[in-house]
């Protein structure tokens, strides 16, 4: 039997998840607490970590991906349930814990369970896991920057940016779309952007690993962004490259 806490500011949604997992998993699954308040969930996770933490990401005082980083260690599976938008739930599938949207079908959270019982006997460390999932998370809904024009400030979210290509004093950020210019440098950008989902693969380029479809060997190594542009890996960035896109694949 397995030991399941369930972290959500709304009472109902605990009630539901309750129901759902004492009808179908009793005999599988022990929920050995449930809380309101994320600080006290982060309490009790630190003295006694379930091996299934059912966790909701927008509440007051803490979010779920700030309880999270709080953890010292992960070793265990975790399935969000909010009321993220339905762009969020089909981008994150292609990671190994679930994202369900509020009110939660009992199908999906059921399926979603018999998935993680298959595989908790072999957890995934937080390197190896949580570091995708809130560098995925933080990406595409927290991160932004800010590039300053004469006609004011513009926003952009982290997760439109595809790379940034540096050239005598300007930075090209490059978007699906189009392409902005700032006089911003490359290292700041990469300390605004975040290095777990952007790389630095050359001196001149930052690439965002979301949007990376290929690397090649040919013509002194490069990466294909999903636009198809072909990216430049400095030689003594192969190992590392490649050691993260392993990390970020699993």
């Known amino acids: 039997m397995i030991r399941a806490i369930i972290v959500d500011d709304e009472l109902d949604s605990i009630s539901s998840t309750r129901l759902i997992l004492e009808e179908f998993f009793k005999d599988k699954i022990k929920i050995t607490g449930s ?44 399935i969000f349930i909010t009321a ?97 210019t700032t006089t911003k440098k490359l290292n700041l950008l990469l300390e605004e952007l975040g290095e777990a989902c952007f790389y630095r693969c050359h001196r001149s380029f930052l690439v965002n690993i979301q949007h990376i479809t290929k690397y090649s060997a040919k013509e002194g190594g490069y990466i294909q962004m999903t636009n198809n542009a072909l990216i430049p890996l400095a030689r003594r960035n192969k190992d590392e490259f490649l050691e993260r896109m392993v990390k970020f694949s699993v």
């Open 84 to 180: 993220y938008n339905q762009f969020a739930i089909e981008a994150f599938n292609v990671h190994a814990a679930d994202y369900i949207l509020k009110p939660v079908f009992p199908e999906r959270l059921i399926d979603t369970i018999n998935k993680i019982l298959n595989r908790i006997p072999q957890p995934k460390s937080k390197n190896e896991k949580y570091d995708q999932i809130l560098c995925f998370l933080e990406g595409q809904f927290m991160r932004r920057i800010s590039i300053s024009s004469t006609e004011g400030v513009e926003y952009i979210p982290a997760s439109d940016i595809l790379y940034v290509e540096a050239d005598e004093g300007y930075s090209y950020i490059f978007l699906k779309d189009r392409k902005i």
């Open 35 to 78: 809380f309101l308040d994320p600080k006290k969930a982060l309490e009790e996770i630190k003295l006694n970590p379930p091996d299934l933490l059912l966790l909701d990401i927008d509440m007051p005082g803490m979010s779920g991906f700030e309880l999270l980083k709080a953890l010292p260690v992960c070793n265990f599976e975790v």
